[in-house]
């Protein structure tokens, strides 16, 4: 059994200190195999920014939490123009992580990040010929009974958040049909502020059976209907537990949990649950 914090959309610099505090105190609890940030780290990707968020996987590590992360799109710069263009993510890179797409394989899972912010396209994201390999390059050399997870800040998919649609992925195709060829079975993403969670095909018929996690802010002052949270992720041979812990008062709290069992190729909402929705 692997279990999972799913976190994004930090943005340090239009944060919380209560909230920090309360995810430290949780994944304390918890007792997570890993701590996965899905981008966002930074509201203005600003040197104080990255070093407030810095000090939190510092401590996040000191407690002796495994952590991996990916960049957001917040995490490149947007007033520095120059910035911007040349040098977009050297900040992210010394205070966060040198790598733009981790690698980390534990016991059940095989967990692989990739760098979807982009300079031209400011908030949308994007996947690349080289990374659509690399997906497929990497997810081939784990073991078939591994849990196979990709991480990218922006959704492989469209999404509607309240009465917007957020665009999906560029180059969504080519995303998906590397998720496909590597077996992935499970999708997290941030970006939209709004934790929910869907069977890829019912998205986009085409898209195969994998799991789409998306969280909300962990910790930002930015929120989009929704309470601050995070997601919980127990990972036990052909199921999944998927808890929401929603921001309540003073605290985080479980307010929705979900299993899914892994069916003829797709998951499936279990049938408790899925006579419910």
């Known amino acids: 059994m692997a279990r999972i914090i799913h976190l994004s959309d930090l ?32 509201q203005r990707a600003r040197t104080e920014q990255f070093k407030e968020a810095c000090l939190f996987l510092e401590q996040l590590r000191e407690r002796g939490h495994e952590v991996i992360g990916v960049p957001g799109n917040h995490d490149v710069p947007l007033y520095d123009v120059l910035r911007r263009f040349l040098s977009p993510l050297t900040r992210y890179r010394r205070f966060v992580d040198e790598t733009l797409c981790p690698f980390i394989e534990l016991p ?20 690349s010929d080289e990374q659509v390999e690399f997906i497929r390059e990497t997810f081939a050399r784990t073991p078939t009974e591994s849990m196979r997870i990709l991480v990218t800040h922006h959704p492989l998919f469209a999404l509607k958040v309240g009465d917007e649609v957020t665009p999906a992925i560029g180059r969504q195709e080519l995303a998906l049909d590397a998720v ?65 812990y929603a921001w309540e008062r003073d605290r985080f709290a479980p307010a929705d949990a979900q299993g899914y069992e892994w069916k003829e190729g797709h998951w499936k909402l279990e049938p408790a649950q899925e006579a419910a929705h």
Request: glycine fraction near 8%.
């Open 108 to 127: 059940g899972i095989a967990v692989l990040g990739i760098n979807t912010a982009r300079s031209m396209t400011f908030k949308d994201g994007r996947i």
């Open 180 to 244: 496909e060829d590597a077996g992935v079975d499970m999708l997290l993403a941030g970006h939209n502020h709004h934790a929910e969670a869907h069977v890829a095909s019912d998205l986009v018929t085409r898209a195969g059976g994998a799991l789409v996690v998306q969280a909300g802010t962990a910790t930002s002052t930015r929120v989009r209907d929704q309470a601050q949270s995070f997601n919980l992720i127990d990972i036990d041979d052909a199921t999944v537990t998927l808890t929401v």
């Open 11 to 42: 943005h340090f610099g239009a944060h919380d200190e209560r909230l920090v505090e309360a995810v430290h105190s949780e994944a304390d609890r918890l007792k997570p195999d890993l701590v996965v940030v899905s981008g966002d780290f930074t």
